[in-house]
């Protein structure tokens, strides 16, 4: 199946190619800028072409994917030239005029699905993401559409545009306009924001994580959501006279007033105690890490950078200012920002050193009494760090063997002379004799 994804060379675009080309279907992306494109295309390996049009008619599904002030411009343009049998696709996270006017513009044929992936470029992949499809009607790509969104896992929503559009109006309008009024505060307050984290909470670090987030996506974006929505101006007024009349209540010290206004607040928010629950959990989470970072200080441990995807593995040395130092196998030390890794598993870590370190194999014949059980003994032996794998080569009775006893010969592969060393200790600690 050929997909064609118009601006697929940044932004979510991009990241929809990825995930496609990921699935086996045939990409092509296309942008305006042909050096990025060929770059792009080159490392998720799909086609590139600066040509709109000619992948419009040639594609099964085209999917737009351009900033939200030219995505019905761009509609406009690429629809009435799709081929018979084909579908139609949008990304914008504003979906009434997208909705109508790929509806009006389509040719007899072809079919349109609004959609909103609510997530952003860097979210790893489409399990458990929101994604909200707003067709005014519904044909035969639909339940292929739906049924490979299921297939990920993704929470798929099926609503009208203008309902999305009032949905959208609370989930970005509101809280981006609020997240920036509050950077931009700080920035009026002449705030460091490095010097207040000496003194943060649990709380205020995942508040000022989140306002970083928002703020520091493309402000076209940002300023695109905020005007056209069609309800963003109602949102930002009332926004507007809760702060103003929350400053009047505290400017005359109204301390039933706010009282009033914090509890009336807290009813509309629904369960709070599911909310405390998340919160807590995400707060526990950060700071198990952090436990356990600090508890591997002079351990050896393995973490992922969470977008470059390398893996880096030594020693922990130190942990300062929100950076681990850790030293490598080769006695070189790596400073890693720990916001930006994950901690690797004992099993992630071990099947990563068994694909980038050189293994020692050494074949251990052992003599133990004939009621031992040689699968169990292989069990434990499995079990010991650093070992890799092990094999049950031979199992011998005969001359030079007792009448009451049994050979067997394991093949062991390790990380290390060390943790085949180790594996003999243990079989005499087992009452094994070395042949």
Known sequence: MKIGIIGGTKGLGKTLACYLKHDNFDVTITGRDEKVGKKVSHKLNVKYTSNNLEVAENVDILIISVPIHVTINIIKELAPHMKKGSLLMDV??????????????????????????????????FEGQVIVLTPLKKGK?????????????????????????NMMGIVQVLTHFSYISTAYAMEKL??????????????????????????????????????????????????????????????????????????????????????????????NTLSEESNYLYGSIGSEIGLKHIYSQNIHVGIVKSIKDNFVTIKNKNNKEEKLKISNVKILTNEELLNWKKDNYKLYTESISCVFKNNSNKYIIAKVIE???????????????????????????????????KSIEDVKKLIIGFGGVIR
């Not at 207040?196 to 493309?218: C, F, G, K, L």
Request: proline letters at 5%; hydrophobic letters at 30%; charged letters at 30%.
């Open 383 to 417: 079990k010991m760090d650093d070992i890799t794998n092990v094999k049950i080569t031979d199992e011998y009775t005969g001359p030079q063997i007792n009448d009451n006893e049994i050979s067997y010969t394991y093949e062991i592969s390790g990380l290390n002379k």
């Open 92 to 125: 914008t996270s504003v979906k009434t005029q997208a909705t109508y006017t790929m509806n009006k513009y389509i040719p007899e044929g072809v079919e349109s699905i609004p959609t909103h992936p609510v997530f952003g470029p860097r979210t790893p992949g």
């Open 141 to 165: 790509w639909y339940p292929k559409i739906y049924n490979y969104f299921k297939s990920k896992n993704m929470r798929i929503i099926e609503t009208n545009c203008k309902h999305h559009d």
């Open 190 to 283: 002449k705030v460091d924001i490095k010097e207040t984290e000496e003194y943060e909470s649990p709380i205020y670090n995942i508040m000022i994580d989140t306002i970083a987030r928002i703020v520091s996506q493309n402000p076209f974006l940002t300023y695109s959501i905020q005007e056209e929505n069609i309800n963003g101006e109602n949102i930002r007024q009332k926004f507007y006279e809760a702060v103003l009349e929350l400053k009047k209540v505290l400017s005359l010290k109204d301390q039933e007033k706010f009282k009033e206004i914090t509890i009336k607040s807290t009813k509309n928010m629904g369960d709070i105690k599911a909310a405390l629950g998340r919160s807590d959990k995400l707060i």
